[in-house]
């Protein structure tokens, strides 16, 4: 049973830097063209691409955060870290983690539940 | 730079009738890496339908998914009370190198 779980603060203060914690279980993030993205969500908006690795360690970002994200993976823990710095106010949302597959179009086939992350002083 | 513009804002229709929603793309999507999400409030989005037209695992089949190029659609044939939501299409491949288009709200009339 493929899970993911989002883990990290639930309040950070502007300017700070945002540690975000995918716990992946029922994969391995060694296994072939299969990797986990970061995708976002202000409240009452839509989705937004941030950032995603493959098993293979390749990276990619968003092009308008591409100077503030960095994410790397912890194999042996089964981990994907997203840092964010400089955080605002409008980067209030709810982080989702979830796995791709090339066998499902490099779709996000399964979701974490997601974190809520408040921007505020 | 690809952007993805999803039609209607709303979908105001009754249990029963079919659902028809819109994604169009700025330019080509790359190798046909177009996907569609499912998203309930207060949920995590749910894989529909990935390289334009395959239904994911579990997903019935009254969900369909069509398209190339700049064009796409995901058909609801038949609304189940449980299909009301909001649904997204995402592309794969073209810079930047993912997008999600801004949802359709599907909602009952």
């Known amino acids: 049973q493929v899970t993911l779980k989002e883990s990290g603060p639930v309040l950070v203060k502007p300017t700070e830097t945002l540690t975000l914690t995918c716990t992946v279980s029922g994969f391995s993030l060694n296994n072939g063209r299969m990797g986990v993205g970061w995708i976002r969500q202000p409240p009452g908006k839509a989705l937004e691409w941030l950032a995603h690795?493959?098993?293979?360690?390749?990276?990619s970002y968003s092009t308008s955060l591409k100077s503030r994200l960095t994410i790397s993976k912890d194999t042996s823990k089964s981990q994907v870290v997203l840092t964010m710095t400089n955080m605002d106010p409008v980067d209030t949302a709810t982080y989702y983690c979830?796995?791709?597959?090339?066998?499902?179009?490099?779709?996000?086939?399964?979701w974490g539940q997601g974190t809520l992350v408040t921007v505020s002083s | 730079e690809i952007v993805l513009t999803q039609s209607p804002g709303t979908l105001s229709l009754s249990p029963g009738e079919r659902a028809t929603l819109s994604c169009r793309a700025s330019q080509s999507v790359s190798s046909s890496y177009l996907a569609w999400y499912q998203q309930k409030p207060g949920q995590a989005p749910r894989l529909l339908i990935y390289?334009?037209?395959s239904r994911a695992t579990g997903i019935p089949d009254r969900f369909s998914g069509s398209g190339s190029g700049t064009d796409f659609t995901l058909t609801i044939s038949r609304l189940e009370p449980e299909d009301f939501a909001v649904y997204y299409c995402?592309?794969?491949?073209?810079?930047?190198?993912?997008?999600f288009g801004q949802g359709t709200k599907v909602e009952i009339k």
């Open positions: 690795i493959f098993s293979n360690d390749e990276k």
């Open positions: 995402q592309q794969y491949g073209s810079s930047p190198l993912r997008t």
């Open positions: 390289a334009v037209s």
């Open positions: 979830a796995r791709f597959d090339f066998w499902s179009g490099f779709a996000f086939d399964y």
